[in-house]
């Protein structure tokens, strides 16, 4: 297993403290943050030092009903090779639904939303992720994610769907352990029981991360110190396996270094007493207490071995230290690959179950985006806080790809943003957002006048572009600003 050790989330806000704090290991940056023909100068010298930098998708939406975007895949591996990564990671997540399969329009989150423990989502979701290993030139693992909102009708633990998962496809798990004390205060799922259903052997490693409650509700913002409950989950699992890696995300908010040298040391702290736990504990025959939790918290009619974890479609089940990757070394053989050999693959999804879980998830996301019924089974008051989490999200990564329109706007531009959403589902990313948003408001009017409304036309102007299919908008622009 390649041992990672103690890292951190790489964010342009904190670039110079990583690069000058003591004990990193390794950093994780976010894939579409980053374009591979002009790296950040951070990360190169990084790179230089020997810190392995792990790309981690947020877009790639292996939990939708439609099979993943070959671009979106490709964009994946050419950042891989960029930073010469040994692995990639991603979400089991929905992150848009809608379109062609569905016949309805294109919807898009903008969030990593659940998807549903049944067997039609499972199904669709071992095909996407194969899928996805074939296209990528290193190993993927997938993180777990935490939930505002559960499914009606499931069929499955949390610890059942990872354990299928990773027996399916081979795939390795990045365990978020911030997001298991999520989805405990959130859907009362027990961490420890999640755990104890896990396939253990097939992490890659930890995210640990903070958030707050605010009524009733847990909110995993990454903007908030690590709390207690969550490097107790840390603890609980690093006394069943030695985490090969563990690195504390930080997204917003950010606080002093000193403040995140402190939450580090107590991530190590959490691992050090699990470790301790663990070594103690080996009187006893770990292995039969994990497999027999997990044959008693799995369906009787689906009862399996052991995960045999593939190796790799490249080859590269297990990356070999180099000069780039001096602390990613591997402590055993891979594993001989008896799923492959001894039994074939599950089918793969038919159309029909595509549509199925495409239909639910275009009727959730509908909810959620564009203000259409709440599915049946679902809790409106949840779904409630979740929509009104999406459309703060909208806002405030907006104003981050764009920080023109808060500066422009003023203090009236949040406002302006979360009336827009009301009306308006995101329908390409939150650049394109952006410019739909002020398109938006210089066509109706809206808050901006005067001065503003003038630089938001400059801005809008400058950005848009002559692409054809906008030709008949900037008409209707122009004649709106001819108008005011």
């Not at 979740?386 to 920080?403: C, E, G, I, S």
């Amino acid at each position: 297993m390649m041992r990672l050790g103690t890292g951190i989330g790489w964010r342009p806000e904190i670039a110079d403290a990583v690069e000058r704090m003591p004990g990193i290991d390794w950093v994780e940056a976010v894939a579409e943050n980053v374009c591979p023909g002009h790296l950040p100068d951070s990360l190169v010298r990084l790179r230089q030092r020997g810190v392995t930098v792990v790309p981690h998708g947020v877009s790639l939406g292996l939990g939708d009903a439609d099979r993943p975007d070959r671009g979106r895949l490709a964009a994946l591996a050419e950042r891989v090779e960029a930073l010469g990564s040994p692995l990639v990671t991603e979400h089991i997540a929905f992150v848009r639904a809608g379109g062609s399969l569905t016949a309805s329009p294109r919807l898009e989150a903008g969030h990593l939303l659940p998807v549903s423990r049944t067997r039609d989502a499972l199904d669709v979701l071992c095909e996407n992720v194969r899928m996805a290993q074939d296209a990528l030139p290193v190993p993927l693992a997938v993180e777990n994610i935490a939930a505002l909102v559960a499914w009606p009708g499931e069929e499955m633990t949390e610890g059942q769907f990872l354990y299928e998962l990773a027996d399916r496809t081979g795939v390795r798990l990045l365990i978020d352990v911030a997001n298991l004390h999520t989805n405990h205060v959130n859907r009362g799922e027990d961490p420890a029981k999640a755990l104890a259903e896990l396939p253990l052997e097939a992490i890659a490693y930890v995210h640990v991360a903070g958030g707050f409650e605010r009524d009733g509700v847990w909110h995993d913002s990454h903007a908030h110190p690590v709390p207690r409950p969550v490097l107790d989950i840390l603890t609980d699992l690093a006394s069943r396996v030695s985490p090969p890696g563990v690195l504390l995300e930080r997204d917003d908010n950010f606080p002093e270094p000193a403040e995140l040298e402190g939450e580090l040391a107590a991530i190590r702290g959490a691992v050090e007493t699990g470790g301790g736990r663990h070594c103690g504990a080996r009187t006893v025959p770990s292995t039969e207490t994990h497999v027999t939790a997990r044959h008693e918290a799995r369906p009787p009619s689906r009862t399996r071995p052991q995960p045999h974890l593939r190796p790799h479609p490249k080859g590269l089940s297990r990356t070999r230290p180099s000069a780039a990757h001096p602390q990613a070394t591997s402590d055993a053989a891979p594993p001989t690959d008896i799923r492959t050999a001894s039994r074939p693959h599950p089918a793969a999804p038919d159309e029909a179950a595509r549509q199925r879980l495409g239909l639910a998830q275009t009727a959730l996301l509908s909810a959620l985006v564009a203000g259409t019924p709440v599915p049946e089974g679902f809790d409106r008051v949840r779904l409630g806080v979740q929509a009104r989490a999406l459309a703060a999200k909208r806002a405030d990564v907006v104003a981050k790809v764009a920080p023109e329109l808060p500066s422009i706007l003023g203090s009236g531009y949040r406002t302006a943003f979360l009336a827009y959403a009301q009306g308006h589902p995101m329908r390409g990313g939150y650049r394109q957002d952006a410019l739909d948003f002020a398109e938006g408001l210089l066509l109706s009017g809206g808050s901006a006048q005067g001065w503003s409304r003038r630089e938001l036309r400059r801005w809008w102007l400058d950005r848009s572009g002559p692409a054809p299919r906008r030709t008949s908008r900037l008409g209707q622009v122009g004649r709106a600003l001819i108008r005011h």
